[in-house]
């Protein structure tokens, strides 16, 4: 690289920035705390009242109706469409809602944002919000890093963060914004036409990812007239459409349902956005003709309201057609999971359904496999093949994805387990079906196990205690031999029962280290890591390991009932 070209292109660039007619900086560290606030503000209320909000949408989404209600009180208390959109998209693929149910939802949803504007209009450009928000500040700080152990009052402290950051951040943008009519001339993009400002509102909101920080941009820039109403009330509708990405992006190798709910999504809202725009002058001559709201603040956050409400108006009544019409698109894409057998056959063919579910068990085995070693092997790993820049530039692999992994595919062989046992299967078939899901649950049983001590094995990782490094160690070698000699047996077809030897290992190895834990340590000599959450994690690890013993030792059963169903001649392989 030219450092010279790159010194001189960099002071040019600071240059450009130190003359524009605004504060450049200013306004995006207000853009900044505005996001950073709304992030605080989410994971506060999920700590709060997460359950209490999903119960809303479980219990209140009994008909289109109560659903367009529930997204609407939901979103106005969470102020983020997105978070409801996506936790919609959940709830209809786990099957707890129905498709017609979600898309009401959806449209409330469109309601609900709707406030942020009226709330922004009201104190973010009514009073000075920059003080307001200190008490808020000073609170919530103080709750977040001094009450860890108090889970309830930590995610108060972060509400409170995210109440004042966000009105801080207004009030910085606002301030930025402040001069900008004097230096920069609009006239120039009102010429290219007000369909610019759709696009620009569009962009932007993809961007940031918040159709409510881009509400606030723009009633910034119309309170410090950079922008006239007709152009603000442009972007308005087009960050409608912007905020759809998120979602869209979300689920594009996601199931079929969730594709419908994020299409419908960019529907709704490109119906609304031409729709409002062809009739944005009648729209704005009843806001201040007829309801005789003059501020331009509150014209703009009325006419947002009056199109989501509109819209909600408009496909109301067709939600049950609209819902018909989803279901018949994606048909074949439903089965396209993270499964690798068992979505390539029909339960209508049991012999070969059962061999697709012994394969797809036999790979969840290998993916739990995968997550054990991807959380008792990090560090190491990490260490030994990684170099020191990667480290830093490359994204760290998170042991919890192939957690996820794991219950995605649990779900999906439990739904195609439902399918199958609907079938006429022989007792034989009936015991087989049996013994693959006991091998299921005891994977995903030892899968939990090593979940609960995630986030402790990275601190044995971390620690430079020596009696912490050998327990480390010990647990690592011990793991890894046995999971080893769990797959050789499986793959090796052996007859023999290992069951009562590998309990007995087991039994042996986890006293074994409780012994050589308590006899190396002292009243002196305590580790930096207490002696429970040591003694839970070997209980934990030797827990997992023995799940996995016992989904091995069922191949025993699984080729006797093979044999007993088909004799010696084996399904030919998927």
Same mark, same amino acid.
């Given at each position: 690289?030219?450092?010279?070209?790159?010194?001189?292109?960099?002071?040019?660039?600071?240059?450009?920035?130190?003359?524009?007619?605004?504060?450049?900086?200013?306004?995006?560290?207000?853009? =900044?705390?505005?996001?950073?606030?709304?992030?605080?503000?989410?994971?506060?209320?999920?700590?709060?009242?997460?359950?209490?909000?999903?119960?809303?949408?479980?219990?209140?989404?009994?008909?289109?109706?109560?659903?367009?209600?529930? =997204?609407?009180?939901?979103?106005?208390?969470?102020?983020? $469409?997105?978070?409801? %959109?996506?936790?919609?998209?959940?709830?209809?693929?786990?099957?707890?809602?129905?498709?017609?149910?979600?898309?009401?939802?959806?449209?409330?949803?469109?309601?609900?944002?709707?406030?942020?504007?009226?709330?922004?209009?009201?104190?973010?450009?009514?009073?000075?919000?920059? $003080?307001?928000?200190?008490?808020?500040?000073?609170?919530?700080?103080? %709750?977040?890093?001094?009450?860890?152990?108090?889970?309830?009052?930590?995610?108060?402290?972060?509400?409170?963060?995210?109440? =004042?950051?966000?009105?801080?951040?207004?009030?910085?943008?606002?301030?930025?914004?402040?001069?900008?009519?004097?230096?920069?001339? +609009?006239?120039?993009?009102?010429?290219?036409?007000?369909? +610019?400002?759709?696009?620009? =509102?569009?962009?932007?909101?993809?961007?940031?990812?918040?159709?409510?920080?881009?509400?606030?941009?723009?009633?910034?820039?119309?309170?410090?007239?950079?922008?006239?109403?007709?152009?603000?009330?442009?972007?308005?509708?087009?960050?409608?459409?912007?905020?759809?990405?998120?979602?869209?992006?979300?689920?594009?190798?996601?199931?079929?349902?969730?594709?419908?709910?994020?299409?419908?999504?960019?529907?709704?809202?490109?119906?609304?956005?031409?729709?409002?725009?062809?009739?944005?002058?009648?729209?704005?001559?009843?806001?201040?003709?007829?309801?005789?709201?003059?501020?331009?603040?509150?014209?703009?956050?009325?006419?947002?309201?009056?199109?989501?409400?509109?819209?909600?108006?408009?496909?109301?009544?067709?939600?049950?057609?609209?819902?018909?019409?989803?279901?018949?698109?994606?048909?074949?894409?439903?089965?396209?999971?993270?499964?690798?057998?068992?979505?390539?056959? $029909?339960?209508?063919?049991?012999?070969?359904?059962?061999?697709?579910?012994?394969?797809?068990?036999?790979?969840?085995?290998?993916?739990?496999?995968?997550?054990?070693?991807?959380?008792?092997?990090?560090?190491?790993?990490?260490?030994?093949?990684?170099?020191?820049?990667?480290?830093?530039?490359?994204?760290?692999?998170?042991?919890?994805?192939?957690?996820?992994?794991?219950?995605?595919?649990?779900?999906?062989?439990?739904?195609?387990?439902?399918?199958?046992?609907?079938?006429?299967?022989?007792?034989?078939?009936?015991?087989?079906?049996?013994?693959?899901?006991?091998?299921?649950?005891?994977?995903?049983?030892?899968?939990?196990?090593?979940?609960?001590?995630?986030?402790?094995?990275?601190?044995?990782?971390? %620690?430079?205690?020596?009696?912490?490094?050998?327990?480390?160690?010990?647990?690592?070698?011990?793991?890894?031999?046995?999971?080893?000699?769990?797959?050789?047996?499986?793959?090796?077809?052996?007859?023999?029962?290992?069951?009562?030897?590998?309990?007995?290992?087991?039994?042996? +190895?986890?006293?074994?280290?409780?012994?050589?834990?308590?006899?190396?340590?002292?009243?002196?000599?305590?580790?930096?890591?207490?002696?429970?959450?040591?003694?839970?994690?070997?209980?934990?690890?030797?827990?997992?390991?023995?799940?996995?013993?016992?989904?091995?030792?069922?191949?025993?059963?699984?080729?006797?009932?093979?044999?007993?169903?088909?004799?010696?001649?084996?399904?030919?392989?998927?």
């Amino acid at each position: 690289m030219n450092f010279a070209v790159y010194y001189i292109n960099t002071e040019k660039i600071e240059l450009e920035i130190e003359n524009l007619p605004f504060d450049f900086w200013m306004f995006f560290a207000g853009l =900044g705390l505005l996001l950073f606030g709304m992030y605080h503000l989410e994971k506060g209320i999920n700590g709060l009242a997460g359950r209490s909000f999903k119960k809303i949408l479980r219990n209140f989404t009994g008909t289109p109706l109560k659903a367009v209600l529930s =997204g609407t009180l939901t979103t106005a208390i969470l102020q983020s $469409s997105s978070l409801v %959109s996506f936790l919609i998209a959940a709830f209809l693929g786990a099957g707890i809602i129905s498709l017609q149910n979600a898309i009401g939802v959806i449209l409330g949803a469109n309601i609900g944002t709707t406030a942020s504007a009226f709330i922004v209009g009201w104190l973010g450009f009514k009073m000075n919000i920059a $003080s307001f928000s200190f008490p808020f500040l000073a609170v919530g700080t103080m %709750s977040y890093l001094f009450m860890n152990e108090r889970p309830l009052i930590k995610s108060a402290g972060s509400f409170f963060i995210g109440f =004042g950051l966000i009105f801080l951040g207004i009030d910085f943008m606002k301030d930025a914004v402040s001069t900008f009519t004097q230096n920069i001339k +609009f006239d120039e993009y009102a010429k290219i036409g007000l369909w +610019f400002f759709i696009i620009l =509102g569009i962009v932007i909101t993809a961007l940031i990812q918040s159709s409510s920080a881009m509400m606030v941009m723009v009633l910034s820039a119309l309170h410090g007239q950079m922008i006239d109403i007709h152009q603000a009330c442009a972007i308005a509708i087009g960050s409608n459409v912007g905020t759809t990405i998120t979602l869209v992006l979300a689920t594009i190798k996601g199931p079929a349902d969730k594709k419908r709910i994020a299409f419908f999504h960019v529907f709704f809202n490109l119906v609304s956005v031409i729709l409002a725009f062809l009739a944005m002058k009648i729209i704005l001559d009843l806001i201040v003709n007829k309801f005789f709201i003059t501020d331009p603040i509150f014209v703009v956050s009325m006419f947002n309201t009056v199109v989501n409400v509109g819209g909600v108006i408009l496909f109301f009544p067709f939600i049950g057609y609209i819902s018909q019409k989803l279901q018949s698109s994606y048909e074949e894409k439903d089965h396209k999971g993270q499964c690798n057998f068992i979505n390539k056959v $029909s339960t209508e063919v049991t012999d070969v359904a059962l061999t697709a579910l012994d394969n797809e068990i036999k790979n969840v085995f290998n993916l739990t496999k995968a997550f054990v070693f991807s959380v008792l092997l990090s560090k190491e790993t990490e260490d030994t093949l990684i170099h020191p820049i990667d480290k830093i530039l490359l994204k760290k692999e998170d042991p919890m994805d192939k957690y996820q992994l794991l219950k995605i595919t649990e779900d999906e062989i439990a739904s195609f387990y439902k399918r199958l046992q609907s079938k006429d299967l022989t007792y034989a078939e009936s015991n087989l079906l049996a013994a693959h899901m006991i091998r299921l649950r005891s994977l995903v049983y030892a899968a939990k196990n090593m979940k609960d001590i995630v986030v402790n094995v990275q601190n044995l990782e971390e %620690s430079e205690d020596i009696l912490v490094k050998k327990l480390l160690e010990r647990l690592r070698n011990f793991s890894v031999g046995k999971i080893e000699e769990y797959s050789a047996f499986i793959l090796s077809e052996n007859d023999e029962n290992e069951t009562e030897k590998w309990h007995n290992d087991l039994d042996v +190895f986890y006293h074994e280290t409780i012994d050589f834990l308590y006899d190396n340590i002292s009243e002196k000599q305590m580790t930096e890591i207490s002696v429970s959450t040591l003694s839970n994690i070997i209980k934990k690890t030797t827990g997992c390991l023995e799940e996995m013993s016992n989904a091995a030792s069922h191949e025993n059963n699984i080729r006797e009932s093979i044999t007993e169903i088909y004799g010696n001649n084996r399904i030919k392989k998927i």
